[in-house]
């Protein structure tokens, strides 16, 4: 089964990850690491409720890291991984400009 993560930005080339040969991340592991680029990247959940639910925080995330930050070939490949596998989806298109995910 083809496993990719693509990440687009307004006016940028889409940032594609191919994960088809690459060793899935655990779970536990990825929402560990989503959340913890989270706080790192000084993000903010959002909903106004303040829920923020696994699909936001990757987004939010993606948003943060902005396109140079997935210049840096490790950092992509480890977001790839963590979004696949805490969203549970091999394929996942993330659109930066409206905050959004598509499987």
Aim: proline fraction near 8%; aromatic fraction near 8%.
């Amino acid at each position: 089964m083809r496993s990719e993560i693509r990440v687009m930005f307004p006016g940028r080339q889409p940032v594609q990850v191919d994960l088809n040969e690459v060793q899935p991340m655990p779970h536990d592991v990825a929402r560990w690491w989503l959340n913890d680029q989270f706080t790192q990247m000084g993000c903010e959940p959002l909903r106004p409720t303040g829920k923020l639910l696994t699909a936001d925080t990757v987004v939010v995330v993606a948003q943060a890291a902005g396109p140079d930050k997935f210049e840096d070939k490790k950092w992509a490949l480890e977001f790839a991984r963590a979004a696949s596998s805490a969203l549970g989806k091999p394929m996942v298109h993330i659109d930066v400009a409206t905050l959004s995910i598509s499987y």
